[in-house]
């Protein structure tokens, strides 16, 4: 089978933004509040970051559940690496993600701005400049025949589509509104000339949309 490109577990909000404006250090996501936008991931059995606690193990924890399965590297654009912006001012600052990150993979940085590569645990991160496709080609070579997960945020899912490279999508939207911010969509329905399409609501109050390439 052909390697995929995937987007898994991406949350949007009810109008469509992944995050909202003002990202920091103090605040990855803006405005959102990412215990609004993410409850019902971190409500689950597995959730994004490990926790002692078990959680629910019904359809929301079947989607946390899949995160790995048969993935072999990830692409994420900088901001999801971090908030800086330009030339690296501080290589001693490693991201978001503490010592022990949540990907277990090789991860691209999509970044004008390159910088040494750098390993956290079983995570190697890698900061690369090109296009898309280019980017692309690197993280399916380091995945060593298995998929890549296309990990936001939203701007660069939005260029991985206008190239029309994604294979398959996993949005839950949220049932709250951020007015502004990084924008995935107006509407799920512009998918719709080139990917079939599943929506299932949850209990949680999320709808998950899946979409995978017609």
Same mark, same amino acid.
């Given at each position: 089978?052909?390697?995929?490109?995937?987007?898994?577990?991406?949350?949007?909000?009810?109008?469509?933004?992944? !995050?909202?404006?003002?990202?920091?250090?103090?605040?990855?996501?803006?405005? !959102?509040?990412?215990?609004?936008?993410?409850?019902?991931?971190?409500?689950?059995?597995?959730?994004?970051?490990?926790?002692?606690?078990?959680?629910?193990?019904?359809?929301?924890?079947?989607?946390?559940?899949?995160?790995?399965?048969?993935?072999?590297?990830?692409?994420?654009?900088?901001?999801?690496?971090?908030?800086?912006?330009?030339?690296?001012?501080?290589?001693?600052w490693q991201g978001?993600?503490?010592?022990?990150?949540?990907?277990?993979?090789?991860?691209?940085?999509?970044?004008?701005?390159?910088?040494?590569?750098?390993?956290?645990?079983?995570?190697?991160?890698?900061?690369?400049?090109?296009?898309?496709?280019?980017?692309?080609?690197?993280?399916?070579?380091?995945?060593?025949?298995?998929?890549?997960?296309?990990?936001?945020?939203?701007?660069?899912?939005?260029?991985?589509?206008?190239?029309?490279?994604?294979?398959?999508?996993?949005?839950?939207?949220?049932?709250?509104?951020?007015?502004?911010?990084?924008?995935?969509?107006?509407?799920?329905?512009?998918l719709l000339d080139?990917?079939?399409?599943?929506?299932?609501?949850?209990?949680?109050?999320?709808?998950?949309?899946?979409?995978?390439?017609?």
């Amino acid at each position: 089978m052909s390697q995929l490109l995937r987007v898994q577990n991406f949350t949007v909000s009810s109008d469509g933004f992944g !995050a909202g404006e003002g990202q920091s250090l103090e605040k990855p996501f803006g405005h !959102a509040d990412p215990g609004n936008l993410l409850a019902w991931a971190f409500a689950t059995d597995h959730p994004p970051i490990n926790r002692s606690e078990p959680g629910g193990r019904g359809l929301d924890d079947y989607f946390t559940r899949d995160y790995g399965r048969n993935i072999g590297a990830e692409i994420m654009g900088r901001n999801k690496f971090g908030p800086q912006r330009g030339p690296w001012q501080d290589y001693e600052w490693q991201g978001w993600w503490g010592d022990e990150p949540p990907f277990h993979t090789p991860v691209f940085v999509m970044t004008h701005h390159k910088r040494p590569s750098f390993t956290l645990s079983d995570t190697t991160f890698h900061f690369v400049d090109g296009d898309p496709a280019a980017v692309l080609a690197q993280a399916k070579e380091a995945a060593l025949g298995r998929d890549v997960r296309l990990g936001g945020g939203a701007t660069i899912i939005r260029q991985f589509l206008e190239a029309d490279l994604l294979d398959t999508l996993h949005v839950a939207v949220a049932p709250t509104k951020l007015g502004s911010g990084a924008r995935l969509w107006e509407s799920p329905d512009e998918l719709l000339d080139r990917f079939h399409q599943d929506v299932v609501p949850s209990p949680s109050g999320v709808t998950h949309h899946l979409f995978w390439r017609k």
